[in-house]
């Protein structure tokens, strides 16, 4: 079998960039929109961000196939956990649901979530669901391929109490901060901020996410200086 093919035929995995910050109101969730295939992009313009309440949504990582049959078990729990409530389910129910499914199947699941959203008891809330299953609130989650990169970023630029246009600029940067480093991420931005007057979607091109290191065109080089002469033939 042709070695190129081999690629093609791996399972869909999201290398990804996902991220959810807590913001003084409510949440933001942030992810890149690359899907791959071993070294093929199989889709530029996935959307990572999955509803499953009308106020809790997921970012997704690591096996598409996995990350969506999870999304879709939880979104179903938590439609007949509503109608037996009468109300709305807490990000808290949803993220220990999302935990649950993972745990009980991490032998056979590889993927990593973070659940984001809003409810009147907590106000906004970040939990992570890490491969393996474990559940822990922070203030701030990242996951994916990308995440490695953003570790010390984000300690140096999230603090506690920002405002939603603070929280959202940071998703964004970070977001194209990551694709600009990681070979897994890319594609366009997507956000989603939740709080007490409902859910906002952003999506920023790819066009217009600020530009790191290398990307940005040199200035002042000497080969713009200095004309480089035409090299000569060879002659063989």
Not at 74 to 84: E, M, P, W
Not at 133 to 152: D, H, K, V
Request: glycine content about 12%; overall charge negative.
């Amino acid at each position: 079998m042709d070695k190129s093919l081999l690629d093609v035929e791996q399972p869909h995995s999201m290398g990804t960039t996902i991220i959810g910050v807590t913001y003084n109101g409510g949440v933001v969730l942030g992810a890149d929109s690359r899907t791959s295939t071993g070294m093929y992009v199989a889709n530029r313009a996935s959307d990572k961000i999955t509803q499953l309440t009308d106020n809790v949504y997921v970012c997704r990582s690591g096996s598409a196939a996995d990350s969506q049959v999870v999304s879709d078990y939880v979104r179903y729990f938590l439609h007949q956990h509503t109608i037996q409530l009468g109300q709305p389910a807490t990000v808290k129910v949803a993220a220990n649901l999302v935990r649950l499914l993972s745990y009980n199947n991490k032998a056979m699941l590889q993927t990593g979530m973070i659940v984001g959203g809003w409810d009147k008891y907590e106000g906004g809330k970040i939990y992570g669901v890490p491969l393996g299953g474990t559940l822990l609130e922070q203030p701030f989650a990242i996951g994916g391929s990308g995440s490695s990169y953003l570790y010390g970023f984000f300690d140096q630029a999230w603090r506690e109490g920002m405002t939603q246009e603070e929280a959202e600029k940071l998703v964004v940067t970070a977001v194209s901060l990551a694709i600009a480093r990681d070979g897994a991420s890319g594609g366009v931005v997507r956000t989603v901020t939740i709080n007490k007057d409902g859910v906002t979607r952003k999506f920023y091109p790819g066009d217009t996410l600020p530009l790191w290191h290398e990307e940005i065109e040199a200035v002042n080089s000497l080969l713009d200086i200095v004309p480089a002469a035409s090299p000569e033939p060879m002659v063989s």
